[in-house]
C-alpha cells in the first residue's frame, strides 16, 4: 500500500470565528488519517496498548496552503517518507477537490511505559516498510 486515502467533511466545530478551519483541525484531521492509515496495515492503537506500546509524535510540520470551510469535503493523503528501527517519518497532504490546501510532515516514535524509545517489532516495521520509503 503506497498511499492512504481518508475523506473528511469539515463541521462547525472545525472552524473558527472567520468561517474558516482553524488550524488545530487541520493537525487532527492528519491524525485521523494516521491512525486509519495504520489500521490498514493491520497495525491496532488498541492492540499496543496491551502490549505496554504508543506512538507518539516527536515532530510535526504543517504549511497551510489555502483555507477550507464548513461543509468542504477534503482528503487526506498519507504515505511513509522514511522508517528506521524505531520511527516513521509521514508525508501527509490535505485536498479540497484537486488543491492543495495543507501539506504536512509529521514523525512518529514507539515507546514504552517507561516514555523511552523501543525499536518498532518486525511485524509492524515490515507492514509499514511495504507501504513506502524505508531505510
Same mark, same amino acid.
Given at each position: 500500500m503506497a498511499k492512504s486515502v481518508f475523506n473528511v467533511r469539515v463541521y462547525y466545530e472545525d472552524t473558527d470565528f472567520s468561517g474558516n %478551519?482553524?488550524?488545530?483541525?487541520? %493537525?487532527?484531521?492528519? =491524525?485521523?488519517?494516521r491512525t486509519e492509515y495504520l489500521r490498514q496495515l493491520g497495525i491496532h492503537?488498541? =492492540?499496543?496498548?496491551?502490549? *505496554?506500546?504508543?506512538?507518539?509524535?516527536r515532530r510535526?510540520?504543517?504549511?497551510?496552503?489555502?483555507?477550507?470551510?464548513?461543509?468542504? =469535503?477534503?482528503v487526506v $493523503?498519507?504515505?511513509? +517518507?522514511?522508517l528506521t *528501527?524505531?520511527?516513521?517519518?509521514?508525508?501527509?497532504?490535505?485536498?479540497?477537490?484537486q488543491d492543495q490546501i495543507t501539506r504536512g510532515e509529521v514523525e %512518529? $516514535?514507539?515507546? *514504552?511505559?517507561? *516514555? +523511552?524509545p523501543k525499536r518498532l517489532p518486525t511485524d509492524i516495521r515490515l507492514r509499514m516498510a511495504g507501504s513506502g520509503t524505508h531505510h
Open positions: %478551519v482553524y488550524h488545530a483541525a487541520f %493537525v487532527q484531521f492528519m =491524525e485521523r488519517a492503537h488498541s =492492540e499496543l496498548v496491551r502490549d *505496554g506500546l504508543f506512538f507518539v509524535v510535526l510540520d504543517v504549511t497551510y496552503l489555502a483555507p477550507a470551510h464548513i461543509d468542504d =469535503e477534503l $493523503v498519507s504515505h511513509v +517518507k522514511d *528501527g524505531v520511527r516513521m517519518v509521514l508525508e501527509q497532504s490535505i485536498f479540497r477537490v %512518529v $516514535v514507539l515507546v *514504552g511505559p517507561d *516514555g +523511552k
